[in-house]
C-alpha cells in the first residue's frame, strides 16, 4: 500500500509539472486532486497508527489538527510565493516557480511541525 502511494503521489506531481507546459488549465484541478489525495492518505495512515491505542480519538484529532494547521499555512505560504514569482517572471513560468515554491515551503513547514511536535511530546 505504501509503495502504491508513494507512486501515486510522484506520478500526480509529475501529471502537474507536465500540465503546466501543456495544459495549463488542467494543472489546477491536478493539483486540488492530490492536496485531496494526499490528505486523505494521511488521514487514514494516522488512523490505522493509532488505532486500538489508549487515547486514541484525542491523539488522532491532535495529529490530524496539526497537518490541517500545516497544510493551511503550507497553503498560504505557497499562494505567497506564487504571487511574488508571477511579478518577477510572468504568469506562466510564474506559475512553475509558485508551485517549486509551495513545494519547498510544505518541506520545510513540515520539518519544522516534525521537530516542534517532538519537542511537545517529550
Known sequence: MKK??????IAILIAVLLSLLFYPQVSVVLGVTSLLLSLAFSTYTIYTKHK??????????????????TLVIVLFLGG????????????????????????AASFAVGYLVRVGMGRVIR
Open 4 to 9: 502504491v502511494v508513494t507512486l501515486l503521489s
Open 52 to 69: 486500538g491505542t489508549e487515547h486514541a480519538r484525542a491523539k488522532i484529532l491532535k495529529d490530524v489538527g496539526v497537518m490541517v494547521l
Open 80 to 103: 505567497i510565493a506564487s504571487m511574488l514569482a508571477n511579478v518577477q517572471v510572468g504568469m506562466r513560468w510564474g506559475t512553475v516557480a509558485g508551485l517549486v515554491s509551495a513545494i
